[in-house]
């Protein structure tokens, strides 16, 4: 089983920039499909990023062109990237595998908080 632990988290303020990190224990990082998902209080867990094996990346559209999903294959690591951040994004973030030879290991995930 893959580990995934989340970090970069935190308190920001309404405007402000964060960056998430997920870093996988294990081999074949690299063939596996990564996603970033969230969860607010109340609310349904939902998709807020996803990337592909060769780079390709897709977004909620509540963070299009705010938000950048990125990964690096040598360091087993993926990011997100969230630039002005709303009171609204307020949730726990959590890495996971969304496809590929590790499908279905989650992240303990990392709170974020947006305040106003």
């Known amino acids: 089983q893959v580990q995934l632990v989340e970090s970069g988290g935190g308190l920001v303020q309404a405007g402000g920039s964060l960056r998430l990190s997920c870093a996988a224990s294990g081999r074949l990082f690299s063939s596996n499909v990564m996603g970033w998902y969230r969860q607010a209080p109340g609310k349904q867990r939902e998709l807020v990023a996803g990337i592909g094996s060769g780079g390709s990346s897709n977004y909620v559209d509540s963070v299009k062109g705010r938000f950048t999903i990125s990964r690096d294959n040598a360091k087993n690591t993926v990011y997100l990237q969230m630039n002005s951040l709303k009171p609204e994004d307020t949730a726990v973030y959590y890495c996971?595998?969304?496809?590929?030879?590790?499908?279905?290991?989650w992240g303990q995930g990392t709170q974020v908080t947006v305040s106003s």
């Open positions: 996971t595998i969304m496809g590929g030879p590790n499908f279905g290991s």
